[in-house]
Nanobody, 125 residues
Framework: VQLQASGGGLVQAGGSLRLSCAAS????????VGWFRQVPGEAREFVST????????DYANSVKGRFTISRDNTKNTVYLQMNSLKPNDTAVYYC???????????????????WGQGTQVTVSS
């Protein structure tokens, strides 16, 4: 599965962005999808995940109430709507696909089988 993340950019604090993760295969609906982020010199951080049907989601505490993950399996795409952005949300955001069907364990990057390239999100103060 090839994943293409897009939608990053420069936004002021309090603003919004919507990231997209598009997959190359129609079997994308068979994968759970997660978003992670990484700041240079720091460890990769879990952001959010969604199961195959979209029935279960999970979020990092730092983004709960501000970010919303969703998916449109007819378009082979997962979205991350990011509202009320803060400067410490600045990072490269990556999407990843996992064959696991349960949300349990999907906070770990090791649970994912495929990774896309990142998209830069920069939030200015």
């Amino acid at each position: 599965v090839q994943l293409q993340a897009s939608g990053g950019g420069l936004v002021q604090a309090g603003g919004s962005l919507r990231l997209s993760c598009a997959a190359s295969e129609r079997t994308f609906s068979g994968y759970s999808v997660g978003w992670f982020r990484q700041v240079p010199g720091e460890a990769r951080e879990f952001v959010s995940t969604i199961t195959r049907s979209g029935g279960s989601t999970d979020y990092a505490n730092s983004v709960k109430g501000r970010f919303t993950i969703s998916r449109d399996n007819t378009k082979n795409t997962v979205y991350l709507q990011m509202n009320s952005l803060k400067p410490n949300d600045t990072a490269v955001y990556y999407c990843a696909a996992s064959r696991r069907f349960s949300v349990a364990g999907l906070k770990s990057g090791g649970a994912y089988d495929y990774w896309g390239q990142g998209t830069q999100v920069t939030v200015s103060s």
